[in-house]
């Protein structure tokens, strides 16, 4: 059993879905000579040879696009696009043939496609490398979104996803990178479609995923220190499919709910949870679902994104305001 | 190899408008055996063609994209490869699905607005056709790098037409193959047109063959009307594709003799003069000409032609008029290998309004 | 004053554009020679000359990188995207640059460029000729999302949004193209920002736009008729501003509310709608804001979409819905 | 003009690692007028490059993409054209930024992360700095088409790299400004690396300016460390733009002889020998050996050069160290022309949270 970071675990799982299926292939730009920006694929190419672990020309499109007639020809790849502001030139191949495919074929033909993005902000990084796409995945049609928030996570929901026959956009916070967590290779945790309710609570409920995860984590502890509440951590892991159900049983008992995403407010997932608890617990709110988000605004040069991105006390202002509606 | 350019205007021509032989067949043999066969395929397409139109004017189907004209291109292409190299049409290919055999009703349902893609294409090695211009040409060059790796001998063509080669898609798809020496085929069907965009203000390249050029890739233009050199052009492509010697680009020059789509009037753009001098070059009463002068022609043939193609168009036309639609709740079985939750549910809301309706 | 269809008076508004400012370009595939497939911009080129309305070789991105460039030397481009599943080849145009050049350049750079584009289902096209694309815009932080209902609306909005500084992505509901309204040349309608009550009533608030809009009055006549039902039509026109403030209004006084789009339901704009309306009015509200939407599939084929999009029936579905909350 | 080729690997040359004249320098007179003023640009170039590789080892940058040994491009192209003519970096051409008169200043801001797209540039005819690669070269031919309409005599110039070539976006680009005769430069440094990518993974072309040709557009390969090269070859492609010839593609051969950014360590993926070998091409060491050898060096150059230098490596030090953050309040002043009521709305909800933390 090993401490690892994220970008070990998810070198970790790729080297574990490498070993075990012949028709795994890893590529995109700086993946194999180099190991990736990050290094997440370091010595995959060494260990697996040219055909399994590539690099590819400077070119999105083209990455998904291969991708998409390697599987027509049975294999599973897994591209990754090198940081999520450039998923937009792969947008078209993702949206009108990968999120599609299985439905124009009428089933025929799967799409085990995993594509992993590092994603969201937090490391002070240059424009477009710190956005936050999930709602273009999640609006899509046919697309499975994963948003790992540990390493082991990360390790286990790489797994599933990479066996999954359906597309996957695997969106690793970058933020997270380089944090630690014992990992059991070979171990699999809750399947994709499962949230998990990451720490126990009656005050709020808190709807987080990815790199938020720690940060509602922490805040959770200060607000219990600092003011006696006692906020129920969920962390979705998957945006599609949703595990609405966790969600629900956790409002159930707490009657109040905070989403907290990075992204911008309008048309992030706060709006889709928001929208869902209202339809289906209308009559279990205490009060409305709140959002505590990053701001309907261009990602913010590196210098400014701690007090555009929503931390502890984002958080913390949400969940009072939240406190502030009274039973009636 | 001698008809791979580079660079230049050469144009790779076997038989002329008037069925003349210009370049002497060297697999003479071989191509008479199977010209025959390939006559019959261009007249199915072309009657089929036909049929579709009708079809679509009768309100039965929903579009066509028609490929008068392109016949021998389509066929000459088609009929140069093995069944199992996998192809990536666009949507214009009636010829290249009638020879993979592909059963037309699976074609004219996709054209009805019965279900998007097709049926019956993946089964013989074709992708469903695509609509957003350009984008396929990437699955072929994917298709064809997992062939390499296969070891399968496998080619994968590319079907594009020449408003296709401005998409930076084409251009990702050629440099990507060139780079892996990917056995791709980059198949341009020049025919002059997107929509009402004529080739000039598409490019100002001195021809689409030229392209290859930049890519380090072998490139060669060919008479698009003429059956057999698109045939000899594309087997000789797939011949290096397979030996390892990596992808190829080949622009055949032919002409969209119909409307764009039924959905066109081309009057609106483009002089009745230019397709009447393209009519002069049809490239199925060439090949029947040759055929005529080089004594491989017999009456038999002909009969037996029109006859499969009429087979074809009642098969379409039983096979699409009035043609039952899916269930709507059809719908949420292929988004995902399961649905999810949130599918299962709008599925019962979709099921209760038809309930409902009766 | 004229009858004219909304393709008419898209034209009109093009060619009053281009009259009154030398500066607006128009250009797409085949708007020129050909005067686009839909005919919207017929005769502008043989008005204007080759200079002002052109067209462009087959590639989106080019059409909207190239307008952005002529946006930096002072010009007001309107380009054309033949249909809305064509965007996506131009997302990073758009998402990239289009929306964060103003910011980028601290705003010394305006972008006012008007992206039209035939939208939406319901002509029975072919794959990609159908989609909803309104969440990817609202989404954007940095774009407008202007979506006229009827042919007067669309003429006064297209010169707002051309006279706009800022970039706007004009969705044209194709199935209202051939629907006729009296469109005076020269008077402008409620600027961009303002929604419009299209029908007043007590009994719930539908808000809707584009192409539905008239659907939703048709509904609106049969619930009066049939079931005495007096239902509140309010038309957003734009997405982006969206004017919540009149949707508030009608809130407060029917206390319910159905959004109406044909987009897939899961962060759609009713996710949006629904979002704020329980964090803005949650007391007001005596049902949640429920959505009468399309679904979370690829959009399906020509001879099945009726039974995709949302129409009379699943509104009316929707709103016995809303009303089978009681006040407690 | 004899420097434009179709297709093959002349290279042109005028001044050669050794300082030595290989070719006459037609115009020698004036460029030995303004050769002086090109190495002294050069030198700060370098000079500012390294001073913002420290400003980033010390905390001030957030990162920094280093042009050492890309100079004689850079500062040769720049060198060739009007101050007027738009320019449409990527993001590593301190020497074109230099050569304009862009304050360091807004150059280091945008790399410490103060604002994206730095200062002072729009004020020069220069748009900020573009990351997503390729993508501004549409923007450049676009403004191209603009120049044209204007009549304004104007060029434009896309800067791209050696890995953009293989982006969609360049290709459209490239296709478009041939079709529209558009007066563009496309101006590519080959550095022969893309991050960890080499040149023979990027493309299989015999060179990148090979591929002028499936574009129709004139085309040149220069020694990319021979600012002379650059600056004869941009002058050429700027009068014949500026006369309407459309157009010219323009392959800078040069090296990236640091690492891709700051947070690159390319000791993983090249040799240091190939490191070497450039660093013997340097392109500065080889103008001041030409001056010198042909008498038009004099030591007060240098002392110029080094005093312009060491005032702007201190100019950006001041400017940069510590420098302040803007309001986060201006989020919300540059999404639109106005913000919009939702914007009002987040702009006071962060001024609340802003308050409350003091
Ligand atoms: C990405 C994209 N943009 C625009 C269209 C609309 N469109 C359909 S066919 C066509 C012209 C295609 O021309 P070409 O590639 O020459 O093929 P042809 O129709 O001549 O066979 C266009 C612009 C599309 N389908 N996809
Ligand atoms: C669309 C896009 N994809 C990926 C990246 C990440 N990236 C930044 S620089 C770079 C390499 C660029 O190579 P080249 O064009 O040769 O320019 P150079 O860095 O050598 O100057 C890559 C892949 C990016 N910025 N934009
Ligand atoms: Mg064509
Ligand atoms: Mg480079």
Known sequence: MAQLTMVEAINAALSDAMQTDEQVVVFGQDVARQGGVFRVTEGLQERFGDNRCFDMPLAESAIIGSAIGMAIRGFRPVPEIQFDGFTFPAFEQIASHLAKYRNRSRGLLAMPITVRVPSFGGIGSPEHHSESTETLWVHTAGLKVVVPSSAADAYSLLLDSIECDDPVIFLEPKRRYWAREEVVRGTRREPIGRAVVRRTGTTVSVVTYGGL????????????????????????RSLVPLDF??????????????VFHEGPRTLGMGAEIAARAQEELFWNME????????????????????LWLPGVDRLLDTVKQSLSYDRI | ???????NLQFLQFIDENGVATRALERDKSLSNVLPGMYATMVAARQVDEEMINLQRQGQLALYPSARGQEGAQVGCASALRETDWLFPQYREIGV????????RGIGLAWRGTWHGGDGFLERAVAPMSIPIGTQALHAVGAAMASKWLADEGVTVAFIGDGATSEGDVHEAMNLAAVKKSPCIFFVQNNQWAISTPLADQTAAPSLASKGVGYGMSAVRVDGNDVV??????????????????????????YRLGAHTTADDPSRYRDDAEVTSWEARDPIARVKKFLETSGHWHDDLEVAALATAAELRHRLREAVV???????????????TQP?????SQRQLLAAELELEG
Chains 1, 3 share one sequence.
Not at chain 2, 236 to 253: D, K, Y
Not at chain 2, 322 to 336: G, I, N
């Open chain 2, 1 to 7: 190899m001698d008809t791979l350019i580079e660079n």
């Open chain 1, 287 to 306: 009060a409305p679902v709140l959002r505590a988000t990053g701001f309907d605004t261009p990602y913010p040069p590196g210098r400014l994104e701690h």
């Open chain 2, 229 to 254: 050199a698109c045939h000899v052009a594309v087997s000789e492509a797939a011949a290096r594709a397979r030996s390892g010697q990596g992808p190829t680009l080949i622009e055949a020059v032919t």
């Open chain 2, 322 to 336: 009035d043609a039952p639609d899916p269930s709507p709740l059809e719908f949420f079985d292929h988004v995902f």
């Open chain 1, 213 to 236: 995860v720690a940060v509602a984590l922490e805040a959770a502890r200060i607000a219990e220190e600092q003011h006696g509440w006692h906020l129920e951590v969920i962390d979705l």
């Open chain 2, 97 to 104: 699905f009638l020879h993979r055999g592909i059963d037309v």
């Open chain 1, 245 to 258: 159900d966790t969600v629900a049983t956790s409002i159930i008992k707490t009657g109040r709910c905070v």
């Open chain 2, 340 to 344: 999810t939750a949130e599918l299962e």
